[in-house]
């Protein structure tokens, strides 16, 4: 009995094991969201994951970079419709024939880098060149990126698409790193002349192409108007040396209801005359679709603001602080003329007698 029970024992364990490795990894788990997690929940788990598993950041470290090329895995999956539903129902082992990219370029579609695991760097240490030539490199890109206050109140990823000039070999071979360099030359006995020279090397030829490349600008909740965002070697290709980089420069769209000051939001209500003497309340739809309850009981004059605390927007260094929403009420007078008998009718409602006092509007 004893021993028909360790064999059975044995036989669940290989099954178990057996079934883990059909099923394949669990992207799910690895990127640490939920089987129901939007595509911008995915977006923002992968950014967060590669940036710490990096190999640059971890040299030598097997077990990070193993975890960055699961990470990569699993965003490409979950990140696109079609591959995901397959997993869903198949698991990795439905997606073998399906094209992977590799895990530099995934992550150089966030931060730029061109591909690879050399392109990024975090700036550890300091790579002293030891004296030799400085590396060429291409020209900077700013490019303005509009942005809505609802994607700077709520926070979102905004897909770009780059068109970039890439290498690619061409045949025979080129002139490069070319410099200048002081030659003497003897002109007679005792008699010598310097002069510069420019001196280049013979390199493979290459030729650009055209390439179309998605980036993803990640806008987090509290990003200002003017903010920049770089992407590292996403700018224009030198022939001889490095690109230059791209940062979008953050440009908020005007909205039709809120004005933003700071982390402070400003909106104007324009009531009737009825609601500002008689009172009224209302529900303001927020960016983010959220109400904000108003009420006045008491006379709401033209020009009367409120404020409501921590319906502002989210400060972008900590996303727990949120500033104030003020708002101002303007008041539709009704038009046309009154009869004596309505005019005696809203001087005894009122209790006002006619009164006009002058004064400097500007102190």
Known sequence: YLTMKLVWSVFLLVLLN?????????FYQILGVSKSASTKDIKKAYRKLAMKYHPDKNPNDKDAEQKFQDLSAAYEVLSDKEKRQTYD???EEGLKNAGMHDAGDVFSSFFGGGGGFGGFHFGFGGDDPGGEREMPRGADIVVDLEVSLVELYTGDFIEVARYKPVTKPAPGTRQCNCRTEMRTQQLGPGRFQMSPQQICDECPNVKFVTEEKILEVEIEPGMRDGQNYPFVAEGEP???????????HIVQMRH????RNGDD??????ISLVDALNGFSMDLVHLDGHKVHIEREKITWPGAKIRKKGEGM???ENNNILGSLYIT?????PKGTLTEEEKTAVTSVLKQKSKQTPYNGLE
């Open 18 to 26: 057996a079934t883990i490795l059909l099923a394949g990894r669990d």
């Open 314 to 316: 989210p400060n972008y």
């Open 256 to 259: 039709p209801i809120f004005q």
């Open 89 to 91: 129902r198949h698991g």
């Open 265 to 270: 939001l400003y909106a104007n209500v324009t």
């Open 329 to 333: 009420f303007d008041v539709d007078f």
């Open 238 to 248: 030198h022939i001889d040396g490095e690109p230059g980089d791209l940062t979008f």
